[in-house]
């Protein structure tokens, strides 16, 4: 049991880390402001929320485990909200945004 | 070469601290300046912090099973320092907000000219 | 009336977070918990935020259903931008378009605005009374969030606030 | 009871007033606080000295921790020298600042103002007495932080530059003070100073201890405004409202020297200092280049303020010289004419804000045939610059006197020379404004001042008298002063 | 293992330094120097300076970075070209630097346990702190206790710069609340404003009082309790939140730490111990430590929220 | 393995740290720097793992909670009130 | 206490003067009765001193060891009672200048005579050389506004040229010396036999003897001699008591006391230097002396021969032997009577016919007798010709010079009274026998007033009775030298 623990919680913590790569070469990457935006999204949301998983297996049920939790539970509401915020001041801020002209098909 | 391996920490940090006490004196734009002292500053805290770094240590909080911790006076120090470092930043940039409305620059140079013309 | 009601709940409900947090169960500490809780309460009283939105409806069970939901979202389009981060062959199609939602309440709107930004690949840039701006990392996406299911969803959820 | 906690009293009295003040509303209040605080701390300071005189080092530990543990309050003769400057120009400046303040300062400031005066006060204070390195760097930060404030507050917008340079090289000095500190607890594991100094003999002899004692004394130095670091100086006393100008020249400075006594004797020792660091010949270098450039440089002023400041820039230069001789009469000379210049800089000042109160200027040009409008003002400062100049009978030519003995027995004598020909500069400057205010006519649209207000004279001719006095018998100044120096050569010597 | 992150950090920090020294825009130094010292608190924290990594992060990424940008926006944002080759700023800087390092040749190695400076002071310390003191983390009973004076003088020192904040920027209070438009947009923020206030509010008063036993504190609290009211003034508007917090209040309260930490001494005085010495306060010494810390933990933290307040309002309300 | 993921979590934020550096706009900055924030508080929570004191969480905690306000408040201090001239953006953008 | 009052009389006399500043008569009554009042207190020490008594007092000690103290000794009471007889006279004599002048800022004029008295007799009765330094300066700073009284930009600057060459020297030179004295000695007090033997060695002596010199600025020796000219715009009867008495008399005053009380008679001849110094007071008389003649405006003409003659005392201090010293001693007061003589002429031929230049006063013996005979006869006395007073001046120095055989210096004295004759000689003579070349013929009286008159008839009349009585004189200076 206790190395099912071990091996899904390192497997979350590296599925995170790889996940936050990601995110971050994506920052790095697309072309403009607002796509980034969502690179980040994959930070906050999956990379953060993998990697704070695994910690809670490491962690047991105790009160570690309820600090992550709160960790988690403030993340995703600090995340999109400050996406949101972003992306808002940078509308406002008259930054232009790359679109795509193409209506779908 | 042990020498390289036991100082090369501080060497960076000295860098560090360099590279701030050089924006500092360097660059005559006063908000720069103010962010030049901020990171001078808190270079040296990073170095502090590092002096009381012990190898296998840990935090100096007091617990069961653990001997080793790390130096907890500089931490103490440094938190005081931090605090006077902030004062430092707040009291420097309510200065250039002054400066500003009263010169409407805030470029050491400029502002220098407008001096002498008076 | 209601607003007592609420402030007492918030008060439960810092109480107990502050035991989880602080895992000290000494007199003084309890003491000082009791006192923080009721300053804090007493302090968003007077910022007047007390009222039903701020009750703690988190663990009601279709609020969890929705996050259960929510969270598959999430994954699924981490892995679509994922690939498309990584992959350079893979096109995006930025788009901005606009959505009306649907709620009745701000917690409402906000629990959707907020579950489009949560979702990679869609952000919501901008909030105007029911009207959303959206900003969709492909059109493909933003199809997607366009049929509306999300928003249907966090309807179904807000009932419960 | 209460005698045995004057060291920690005579700091917290200040500083825990000092919020009181900021609560004050009507400035009256918020002045009279001040002035109260200021006179106690006076009664404290006078306390002190006699304590110190009659059971001698007193320390004091505070929150009863032995002393490295802890934090210690220490008070030598220097010290119980030092505090008395600080506590009496506190004292003798907040009845001057009442009015002057009221017309220099917006009126909602006016309680602020006092708030950082009691501050500035309280950090002075507390680096004096304190014999930890931390806690100095601590009050050396309130201090300064409050000098800022109070610079700013004067009424052109060059205060703010002026300050804002200050604020710059004020925090790179702190911050080479912490770096030193922080070597110096590197390789001693203690920030008491006294026990530094002993742990200190078995590394001194490293290249970090020598670099810790550079970066110190250059932290120090700018503080101090030795001569090449001494450009935040004249900006900041020219531009500061007259009160501050006058509390600074007689304190602030003051202080950083004393802080660089303690470093070289204290904590260093004679032996390490002076003679494997050098310092007493670079420090003579400077100190000599100080007295004479900055006094040239103060010739050429035709604002009075910055003619003052140059001047103690150079009278800097005089104190440092004292000290850099490493002797007991260099030192005492030294420390002399750190109390006299601190009289004679703050009465100087303090003319001149009588003299900006009515003429709303110190510009040279501005105070034409001024000596018939305002006697009394114009006498006391041309006691105060003759006192500057170093005549007899003034306590400026006792320090000189001094200083010129202690270089001359230790065979400098071109040094000697130096001391008197910067004196003579000191003439040139102090002459030209005599010859405006009394030998030449005010121009025709000069308005028609008054005399100035009794409660800013008599602090003014307060320290004249005691200028006066000391030129007269200054027996005590110098019995005080030998004694101390004896002390800190005693204990540099180890 | 713990070095490759310490290296990797400093390499950073460094990438980032020089940076700020080349980026000509000032709001994207600002987000630099905001990374900066985001990055040295994730440094303190690898080298066991949790308290130092709190406080920094509180200070460095919070409040310092939003007056820096509240400072750009009320100023300028291009940062001119120097008119002069930095030619002797560069030689100063390399002399400094270069006694610097010449310093550190006879430092002890970096984590050196046998270093004279962990084995003095700091080692009985950690030794007779939890007989003395009986409050397990070291940094709050050095802090408070032992150098409880250097606290004080930090309070002060914070208190100064409220005093010059408000002397030189003031306070304005907004009579009408003229961002009403603005904010009116801003219903996420608002609703999660509205959740997160509370409890950012109790999460500070928990650092606060949770001091003893881990990272925290009265100065870490304060600032936590502070960035609350921020978010409510984010949120709702500065006029709102100065109705919630009049200045004068504030004021009141930045006063009132400091005399509480003052109080504390003289009655430790007037107990007949020396200033500050808490042992007195009560019957039990230990139980006097608590006490004193407990006290002027909290008149630090009271000072520090309401002059990061002062501060922030006196810089945002520069804004006509 | 707490090294390998903290490792990756480094390489992550050097990474933000060029787009950080690389800008182009202030939102970008801004940006990288919220994504940083976010690292960090894993990071730290790791940390509190691998010296096996995971209270620590205390400071991710305080992180979370700090960078989410200091990114409003740079955002908000640096055009406050803007938002009446959302709707002509917002017409820009749609086309 | 007789001393104290000495001091202080003329110091606090200013006060009463200021009080009066509205009515001229009691004002300047108060002047007059001050200086009598001075010369009286004066006098009364003279008995006790020429019989072997010194009254002294200490008043402050402002170091330990360092005293402002006074002690009455021969060659001070000698100084003394010169200075205070001849402000009685200069007092009349500056009531009547001032009044017909009708000069603006009397009261301040008469306020700092008054204190430059004052510190003059503070020099004379110094107990030590601190004290003398300091009554020095007092000297300077309270004759400076007299200097600049006219306001003009031309006194201004001379102002200025005054104060930085006295107190540049002082401050500079003789502070240095004083202070290196006080080093090695432990003491500056005056001493019969001089303080500084056996403590220092000749060379380091002669530096110190070198600083003094050259630090005594009042001395006027080159190259510190341009402020006495330059000090010439001051009115005349400062120039006459102050210029030609009491300033530069301090100035060498304090040479002679500096050389028998701190080097002694005896140290002071062993010093090197001495002599090196002797060839630059020689190289001053005799260049000054030049200068003089070289000289139009009659008062610069009276100035640069004022610093020649100072030269002559300062070289009977340097000679190091009882004959010289005596000589130099009663040169300062023989040339004392002489010089204001000469000055109060000038001034009484200002005042007369608004004349300064001595091209212009041809034909003036006709129209002034009384006047330019007393400047004849105080010219002879300068020159040293008997029967006048100067003559036993020029002797001592003769015979000190034979003492020590320094016939070099003999030879500069005897060139010195030649060149005297030549630049002083011809004024009388073309005031009495030639005429104004535009004006021929007007020969109506025109004296000045007779306050003026009066006053200049009383110190050419001392000239001859010096020649006749110089006893008194010579007897304080062999208690001097004796010791």
Same mark, same amino acid.
């Given at each position: 049991m206790d190395m099912v623990l071990a091996v899904l919680s390192w497997s979350c913590l590296l599925g995170g880390a790889i996940f936050l790569l990601i995110g971050a070469l994506g920052v790095l990457r697309f072309p403009d402001f607002y796509t980034r935006l969502h690179a980040v999204s994959v930070c906050d949301t999956l990379g953060a929320g993998l990697v704070l998983a695994g910690l809670m297996l490491q962690g047991g049920f105790s009160l570690v485990t309820v600090k992550l939790l709160l960790m988690f539970y403030f993340m995703m509401f600090t995340g999109p909200t400050a996406v949101h915020a972003l992306a808002q001041a940078a509308m406002q801020g008259k930054l232009q945004a790359v679109v795509d002209e193409h209506e779908p098909e | 070469m042990s020498e390289l391996l036991g100082h090369y920490n501080y060497w960076i940090v000295i860098v560090l601290m360099m590279t701030g006490f050089y924006i500092v004196i360097a660059r005559p734009n006063l908000i720069k300046k103010v962010i030049g002292l901020f990171i001078f500053q808190t270079s040296v805290f990073i170095f502090f912090i590092s002096i009381a770094k012990v190898e296998g240590g840990t935090a100096p909080i007091i617990e069961e099973g653990i001997s080793v911790y790390s130096n907890p006076l500089p931490h103490v120090l440094i938190l005081t320092a931090i605090v006077v470092g902030l004062a430092t930043t707040a009291l420097g940039l309510a200065l250039v907000v002054r400066i500003r409305e009263a010169y409407g620059t805030i470029n050491e140079d400029d502002i220098h000219v407008q001096d002498e013309e008076r | 009336m209601g607003k007592l009601r609420h402030a007492i709940n918030l008060g439960l409900f810092l109480f107990a977070l502050w035991l989880l947090l602080s895992g000290h169960y000494t007199p003084l500490l309890l003491l000082l918990g009791t006192v923080s809780t009721l300053l804090v309460v007493l302090l968003t009283t007077r910022a007047d935020l007390?009222?039903?939105?701020?009750? =703690? /409806?988190?663990?009601k069970p279709s609020v969890l259903l929705y996050w259960a939901w929510l969270g598959r979202e999430i994954v699924k389009s981490n892995i679509d931008v994922s690939r498309r981060i990584l992959n350079p062959t893979l096109p995006i199609s930025p788009t901005i378009f606009t959505l009306r939602a649907t709620q009745k309440t701000e917690l409402g709107r906000v629990t959707y605005a907020n579950s489009i930004t949560l979702? =990679?690949? !869609? /952000? !919501?840039v901008d909030v105007e009374e029911d009207l959303f701006t959206v900003h969709a990392l492909t059109q493909e996406i933003a199809a997607d969030l366009k049929r509306g299911e999300m928003n249907r969803r966090v309807c179904e959820v807000e009932k419960v606030f | 009871m209460l005698s045995t906690h004057l060291p920690a009293l005579q700091v917290v009295l200040p500083l825990a007033s000092a919020p009181v003040c900021l609560l004050l509303r009507h400035p009256r209040h918020a002045w009279a606080c001040a002035l109260t605080i200021s006179w106690l701390v006076l009664a404290i300071a006078v306390m002190l000295v006699q304590q110190v005189a009659a059971t001698g080092t007193i320390s004091y530990a505070i929150g009863a921790w032995a002393t490295p543990w802890g934090i210690e309050y220490r008070i030598d003769m220097a010290g119980a020298l030092m505090i008395l400057v600080v506590a009496t120009i506190g004292a003798v400046v907040l009845p001057f600042a009442g009015r002057s303040i009221q017309q220099e300062i917006r009126k909602k400031h006016s309680g602020l103002f006092y708030t950082c005066f009691l501050l500035c006060l309280a950090g002075l204070l507390g680096i004096v007495v304190t014999g930890d390195a931390f806690n100095l760097f601590v009050f050396l930060e309130i201090s300064s932080l409050s000098s800022y404030v109070l610079i700013s507050?004067?009424?052109?917008?060059r205060a703010l530059t002026a300050a804002f340079q200050y604020l710059v090289m004020g925090t790179i000095g702190a911050t080479f003070i912490l770096i030193g500190v922080g070597l110096l607890y590197m390789l001693t594991g203690t920030l008491n100073m006294v026990d530094i100094s002993q742990r200190l003999t078995e590394v001194a002899d490293t290249r970090t201890i020598r670099v810790a004692f550079a970066f110190v004394t250059v932290g120090v130095s700018i503080k101090l405004a030795l001569f090449p670091l001494h450009l935040w100086l004249p900006n900041a006393y020219t531009f500061a409202p007259s009160v501050v100008s006058a509390f600074f020249a007689a304190t602030a400075t003051k202080v950083g020297i004393y802080v660089l006594l303690r470093l070289f004797f204290t904590v260093f020792g004679i032996g390490f200092s002076f003679v494997a660091m050098h310092v007493g010949e670079i420090m003579m270098l400077l100190a000599a280049a100080a007295m004479m450039v900055a006094s040239l440089v103060a010739i050429f002023q035709n604002n009075v303020k910055r003619m003052l400041a140059y001047s103690s820039v150079a009278q800097i230069g005089y104190i440092i010289l004292g000290i850099s001789l490493a002797s007991r009469d260099g030192v005492a000379a030294g420390m002399i004419h750190l109390f006299n210049h601190a009289l004679i800089k703050c009465a100087l000042f303090l003319s001149l804000g009588c003299i900006f109160l009515r003429l709303g200027s110190v510009e040279l040009q501005d105070m034409r045939g001024l000596a018939k409008r305002m006697p009394w003002t114009m006498a006391a400062f041309v006691a105060g610059g003759l006192s500057l100049i170093g005549l007899p009978l003034t306590s400026g030519f006792i320090s000189k006197w001094y200083l010129v003995g202690a270089a001359l027995t230790d065979g400098y004598w071109p040094l000697a020379v130096l001391i008197l020909l910067s004196s003579l500069l000191a003439l040139i400057y102090i002459w030209r404004v005599v010859e405006t205010a009394y030998f030449q006519v005010p121009g025709a649209g000069m308005p028609l001042v008054k005399e100035a207000p009794a409660s800013m004279l008599i602090p003014a001719w307060l320290l004249i008298g005691a200028n006066f006095y000391i030129g007269v018998d200054a027996s005590l100044v110098s019995g005080i002063a030998h004694q101390a120096a004896g002390i800190l050569i005693e204990q540099g010597v180890r | 293992m713990e070095n490759l992150i310490n290296d990797v950090l400093l390499g950073l920090l460094m990438i980032t330094g020089f940076a700020i020294v080349r980026m000509k825009s000032l709001l994207g130094v600002t987000m630099l120097t905001s990374i900066y010292s985001l990055l040295s608190a994730s440094l303190f924290v690898v080298l066991d300076a949790v308290d130092v990594a709190l406080t920094e992060a509180a200070i460095g990424a919070g409040i310092a970075t939003v007056l820096m940008v509240a400072t750009v926006a009320l100023t300028t944002d291009e940062e001119k070209?120097?008119?002069?080759?930095?030619l002797l700023p560069l030689l100063v800087v390399m002399a400094t630097g270069a006694a610097l390092i010449y310093g550190t040749l006879d430092m002890p190695h970096h984590g050196d346990p046998l270093a004279p400076a962990h084995r003095y002071v700091a080692d009985s310390y950690l030794h007779d702190s939890p007989v003395e003191?009986?409050?397990?983390?070291v940094v709050t009973s050095v802090l408070a206790s032992y150098r409880g004076y250097d606290t004080l003088g930090e309070v002060t020192v914070i208190f100064t710069a409220a005093a010059g904040v408000l002397a030189l920027l003031g306070y304005r209070t907004r009579g009408r609340n003229i961002e009403a438009a603005g904010i009116r947009k801003q219903v996420v923020l608002r609703v999660i404003a509205k959740l997160f206030f509370p409890l950012i509010l109790l999460f500070a008063l928990y650092v606060q009082f949770h001091g003893d036993y881990g990272p925290g504190g009265g100065f870490q609290a304060g600032v936590i309790f502070a960035t609350g009211f921020i978010l409510y003034a984010l949120a709702f508007g500065l006029g709102t939140a100065q109705r919630l917090i009049p200045s004068q209040l504030l004021r009141i309260l930045a006063a009132a730490g400091v005399l509480i930490y003052a109080a504390v001494g003289l009655e430790s005085m007037l107990l007949g111990g020396k200033f500050l010495e808490y042992r007195v306060l009560a019957d039990d010494p230990i139980a006097g430590q608590h006490l004193g810390i407990l006290l002027i933990e909290l008149g630090v933290g009271i000072t520090v929220a309401s002059v990061m307040l002062i501060i922030y309002y006196g810089f945002v309300s520069r804004r006509h | 393995m707490f090294i390998a993921v903290s490792s990756v979590i480094l390489i992550a934020i050097a990474v933000g740290l060029v787009r950080a550096i690389r800008g182009p706009s202030l939102y970008d900055r801004v940006l990288a720097a919220n994504m940083i924030g976010t690292l960090t508080v894993l990071m730290v929570a790791i940390l509190g793992f691998m010296t096996g004191?995971?209270?620590?969480?205390d400071i991710a905690l305080v992180y979370v909670l700090i960078s989410f306000v200091s990114t409003l408040a740079v955002l908000r201090v640096h055009n406050p009130g803007a938002g009446t001239t959302a709707s002509s953006v917002k017409g820009s953008g749609e086309q | 206490m007789t001393v104290l009052a000495c001091i202080a009389l003329p110091l606090l006399a200013p006060v009463l003067i200021t009080a009066m500043r509205r009515w001229p008569n009691p004002r300047e009554a108060i002047t007059l009765l001050t200086s009598v009042g001075l010369l009286l207190l004066v006098s009364s020490l003279h008995d006790a001193v020429l019989h072997g008594s010194r009254p002294a007092i200490d008043l402050l000690e402002p170091l330990p060891g360092l005293k402002i103290g006074f002690e009455v000794e021969p060659l001070g009471l000698l100084f003394a009672l010169l200075a205070s007889f001849l402000w009685v006279v200069t007092s009349v004599y500056s009531i009547g200048y001032l009044r017909s002048l009708n000069e603006w800022h009397q009261t301040s004029f008469y306020c700092f005579f008054a204190m430059a008295l004052g510190s003059t007799m503070g020099i004379a009765f110094a107990g030590n050389l601190f004290t003398l330094f300091i009554f020095y300066e007092l000297l300077t700073l309270s004759t400076y506004p007299l200097v600049t009284h006219a306001g003009t930009a031309a006194a201004t600057f001379a102002g200025r040229m005054y104060l930085g060459y006295l107190l540049g020297t002082s401050v500079i030179l003789l502070l240095l010396a004083l202070i290196w004295t006080w080093t090695l000695a432990g003491t500056l007090d005056f001493r019969s036999g001089g303080i500084l033997e056996g403590i220092v060695t000749p060379g380091v002596a002669g530096i110190l003897l070198i600083l003094f010199i050259f630090g005594i600025g009042k001395a006027a020796l080159i190259p510190f001699h341009l402020w006495l000219p330059a000090a010439m715009v001051a009115p005349t009867p400062v120039s006459a008591l102050l210029h030609a008495v009491a300033v530069v008399k301090a100035g060498v005053f304090t040479v002679l006391k500096v050389a028998v009380y701190l080097f002694g008679i005896d140290f002071l001849a062993e010093i090197p230097a001495t002599q090196w110094l002797m060839y630059v007071a020689a190289t001053t008389l005799l260049l000054a002396a030049l200068v003089a003649l070289r000289q139009d405006n009659l008062k610069l003409r009276l100035a640069w021969s004022t610093i020649s003659q100072l030269s002559y005392i300062v070289l009977g201090a340097l000679l190091a032997t009882p004959l010289g010293i005596v000589g130099g001693g009663m040169h300062i007061v023989t040339h004392a009577f002489a010089k204001i003589t000469l000055f109060f002429c000038a001034g009484a031929i200002l005042v007369a016919t608004q004349k300064t230049r001595i091209s212009e006063m041809h034909g003036l013996g006709r129209r002034m007798p009384i006047t330019m005979g007393a400047f004849f006869i105080a010219s002879l006395s300068i020159i040293g010709l008997p029967p006048l007073g100067g003559f036993w001046s020029k002797w001592f120095l003769a015979l000190g010079t034979l003492d020590t055989q320094q016939y070099l210096m003999l030879g500069v004295l005897l060139a010195g009274s030649m060149l005297n004759v030549a630049y002083l000689l011809p004024i009388p003579m073309r005031a009495f026998f030639s005429r104004e070349p535009g004006n021929p013929g007007d020969s109506g009286l025109q004296e000045a007033p007779s306050a003026c008159v009066a006053a200049l008839l009383v110190t050419t009349a001392a000239c001859v009775v010096l020649f006749f009585f110089p006893d008194p004189v010579y007897r304080l200076l062999q208690l001097l030298v004796q010791g």
């Open positions: - | - | 007390i009222d039903r939105e701020i009750q =703690p /409806v988190l663990i979702v =990679p690949g !869609t /952000v !919501t | 507050l004067g009424c052109t917008r | 070209v120097p008119r002069h080759t930095p003191i009986g409050v397990p983390n | 004191r995971p209270e620590f969480l | -």
